[in-house]
């Protein structure tokens, strides 16, 4: 019953201060009037109509708060990647607000990291039962003391969404460790089968690897893509590509990395060139392999994203990554899919893989970010055949497993995916007509679902595109040399998508 009271207490608490949020809205330019407020204040019945109706912009970008702020966070350290600072306690649906007060449409979401926009209320809800809050407040080292109910978490929840094929999980903190730990998994199942499936380890074994030298620290490499984005920890940093103030002064292994196809746009008008840039990339993935082998540094691992996402977003076809997986299982080598931006929904599929019919599944996929949590399904064979091998103290975090298990409801009960897939339409189809209104500014316009992104003619004019887009009232992101990419929540709908064309429309139009 207090439970209950508490409940409606915050309700009513959130449609009072809605109402005065809404009513402040109409001091923007181009707000509705009194009257459409009235309207939308009528019709207000679930939490997600608590998002201003459009983006409002009241002070400059950045505006003087945030800057005040700014200056501070810079005297703790280095701030130079921040673009605004938030008010989460204002925050709402697709609806980013910042210290200023200025309300953004997200198009996206803490990089790509937000599955069901701002202050679901189905999230809100997870850490009212004691038991969520007691998992969150004593958040367990996973890989000793997990809880009683941890087994059945994993299963209910993450296994409930595996890829096909992948009956093992393992969690972790972030993208970069879901990445790093799974090439340690393929560098174990790489070694298991060169000692003919043996576990144990030979003294020499167990005492070179202590300094660093063969034979118990093998050399072994991991093969990745010129564009690609695995992470910033050593191994992933060494498997990153994409930009070189990622990578400036930290010392990396000696692995190699082949081409990603480079499409031309429109797809339907290049057929034949892209299908020869396909052949190509695969030639020299190929090729790779074999160099490595005779230098005694054998590619064990090839890890590969979907969609090239910090690389410039840049895409393959499925006949490229069928090939892929083909070699790979012809050169004994593991096929790991980076699904660390692409998973959980924003390609319309649980999976961006699952776009490309792979005859089998891969071998490994890592996830994070719109999983909330961060870890990798593997095949049972790459499971580590000894403790402590993929290991660390906390292994993820329950509470945002917890989280995860509201997330997958809400996608479940909204048809969240089927949304993706409409919302997708009209982004893609709009984009694709600004292109042709535009065609001295924008190009290229390409990708899945809401996984879109289109090129601007030049970096600079990319840049100040971006910036201007937020000046009208939404938060883009930018990627590779002259990309443009949207990460929307997946509650994003076909009437977020027509304020975002026109303010994009807006945008070009002054320049």
């Given at each position: 019953?207090?439970?209950?009271?508490l409940?409606?207490?915050?309700?009513?608490?959130?449609?009072?201060?809605?109402?005065?949020?809404?009513?402040?809205?109409?001091?923007?330019?181009?707000?509705?009037?009194?009257?459409?407020?009235?309207i939308?204040?009528?019709?207000?019945?679930?939490?997600?109509?608590?998002?201003?109706?459009?983006?409002?912009v009241?002070?400059?970008?950045?505006?003087?708060?945030?800057?005040?702020?700014?200056?501070?966070?810079?005297?703790?350290?280095?701030?130079?990647?921040?673009?605004?600072?938030?008010?989460?306690?204002?925050?709402i649906?697709?609806?980013f607000?910042?210290?200023?007060?200025?309300?953004?449409?997200?198009?996206?979401?803490?990089?790509?990291?937000?599955?069901?926009?701002?202050?679901?209320?189905?999230?809100?809800?997870?850490?009212?039962?004691?038991?969520?809050?007691?998992?969150?407040?004593?958040?367990?080292?996973?890989?000793?003391?997990?809880?009683?109910?941890?087994?059945?978490?994993?299963?209910?929840?993450?296994?409930?969404?595996?890829?096909?094929?992948?009956?093992?999980?393992?969690?972790?903190?972030?993208?970069?460790?879901?990445?790093?730990?799974?090439?340690?998994?393929?560098?174990?199942?790489?070694?298991?089968?060169?000692?003919?499936?043996?576990?144990?380890?030979?003294?020499?074994?167990?005492?070179?690897?202590?300094?660093?030298?063969?034979?118990?620290?093998?050399?072994?490499?991991?093969?990745?893509?010129?564009?690609?984005?695995?992470?910033?920890?050593?191994?992933?940093?060494?498997?990153?590509?994409?930009?070189?103030?990622?990578?400036?002064?930290?010392?990396?292994?000696?692995?190699?990395?082949?081409?990603?196809?480079?499409y031309?746009?429109?797809?339907?008008?290049?057929?034949?060139?892209?299908?020869?840039?396909?052949?190509?990339?695969?030639?020299?993935?190929?090729?790779?392999?074999?160099?490595?082998?005779?230098?005694?540094?054998?590619?064990?691992?090839?890890?590969?994203?979907?969609?090239?996402s910090?690389?410039?977003?840049?895409?393959?076809?499925?006949?490229?990554?069928?090939?892929?997986?083909?070699?790979?299982?012809?050169?004994?080598?593991?096929l790991?899919?980076?699904?660390?931006?692409?998973?959980?929904?924003?390609?319309?599929k649980?999976?961006?893989?699952?776009?490309?019919?792979?005859?089998?599944?891969?071998?490994i996929?890592?996830?994070?970010?719109?999983m909330?949590?961060?870890?990798?399904?593997?095949?049972?064979?790459?499971?580590?055949?000894?403790?402590?091998?993929?290991?660390?103290?906390?292994?993820?975090?329950?509470?945002?497993?917890?989280?995860?298990?509201?997330?997958?409801?809400?996608?479940?009960?909204?048809?969240?995916?089927?949304?993706?897939?409409?919302?997708?339409?009209?982004?893609k189809d709009?984009?694709?007509?600004?292109?042709?209104?535009?065609?001295?500014?924008?190009?290229?316009?390409?990708?899945?679902?809401?996984?879109?992104?289109?090129?601007?003619?030049?970096?600079?004019?990319?840049?100040?595109?971006?910036?201007?887009?937020?000046?009208?009232?939404?938060?883009?992101?930018?990627?590779?040399?002259?990309?443009?990419?949207?990460?929307?929540?997946l509650?994003?709908?076909?009437?977020?998508?027509?304020?975002?064309?026109?303010?994009?429309?807006?945008?070009?139009?002054?320049?």
């Amino acid at each position: 019953m207090q439970n209950l009271k508490l409940l409606i207490s915050v309700y009513f608490l959130q449609v009072v201060e809605t109402m005065l949020r809404i009513t402040k809205t109409v001091l923007c330019k181009n707000q509705p009037t009194p009257a459409a407020v009235l309207i939308y204040c009528q019709r207000f019945s679930t939490e997600a109509q608590l998002e201003p109706p459009q983006p409002c912009v009241k002070t400059s970008i950045p505006g003087p708060k945030t800057l005040e702020l700014l200056k501070d966070l810079n005297s703790l350290q280095q701030a130079g990647s921040v673009q605004l600072f938030a008010d989460y306690d204002k925050s709402i649906g697709n609806y980013f607000v910042d210290a200023d007060g200025n309300e953004f449409l997200d198009a996206f979401t803490q990089i790509s990291s937000v599955p069901v926009g701002y202050n679901h209320p189905e999230l809100l809800k997870a850490f009212a039962d004691q038991h969520n809050l007691k998992s969150l407040v004593n958040r367990p080292a996973l890989g000793v003391f997990p809880s009683k109910d941890w087994p059945e978490k994993l299963r209910n929840v993450l296994l409930s969404v595996a890829p096909a094929g992948l009956n093992a999980v393992s969690t972790m903190m972030c993208g970069s460790c879901s990445n790093e730990n799974a090439y340690k998994a393929v560098f174990m199942w790489y070694q298991t089968k060169q000692r003919g499936g043996k576990i144990d380890f030979t003294p020499e074994e167990m005492d070179s690897c202590m300094v660093n030298q063969p034979p118990g620290a093998p050399k072994l490499s991991i093969m990745s893509f010129k564009g690609s984005f695995h992470g910033r920890t050593f191994g992933a940093l060494t498997t990153t590509r994409s930009k070189p103030i990622h990578k400036l002064d930290c010392p990396a292994f000696d692995w190699p990395a082949a081409p990603f196809p480079r499409y031309k746009y429109p797809l339907s008008n290049f057929e034949r060139e892209n299908h020869q840039e396909d052949e190509k990339c695969l030639e020299q993935v190929e090729d790779l392999i074999e160099k490595y082998k005779k230098a005694d540094n054998p590619v064990a691992g090839i890890i590969v994203e979907p969609i090239q996402s910090e690389g410039g977003d840049n895409e393959a076809s499925p006949q490229f990554f069928q090939k892929l997986q083909s070699l790979c299982k012809t050169k004994g080598v593991a096929l790991i899919i980076d699904e660390v931006q692409t998973g959980c929904g924003p390609s319309g599929k649980m999976w961006c893989h699952e776009h490309f019919e792979l005859p089998s599944p891969p071998d490994i996929v890592t996830f994070s970010k719109k999983m909330l949590t961060g870890g990798f399904y593997t095949k049972s064979e790459f499971k580590a055949p000894h403790s402590y091998r993929i290991f660390n103290t906390w292994m993820g975090d329950p509470g945002k497993l917890i989280l995860l298990e509201r997330v997958l409801k809400v996608i479940k009960q909204e048809n969240l995916f089927s949304l993706v897939q409409k919302t997708g339409t009209v982004l893609k189809d709009g984009l694709h007509k600004l292109e042709n209104e535009f065609p001295n500014l924008i190009n290229s316009v390409r990708g899945r679902g809401t996984f879109l992104a289109f090129n601007v003619c030049n970096t600079e004019l990319r840049d100040k595109v971006n910036n201007n887009l937020k000046k009208n009232g939404v938060l883009g992101g930018a990627c590779g040399e002259t990309a443009i990419r949207l990460r929307p929540a997946l509650v994003f709908a076909p009437k977020h998508a027509e304020i975002y064309l026109d303010a994009l429309r807006k945008t070009l139009k002054e320049l």
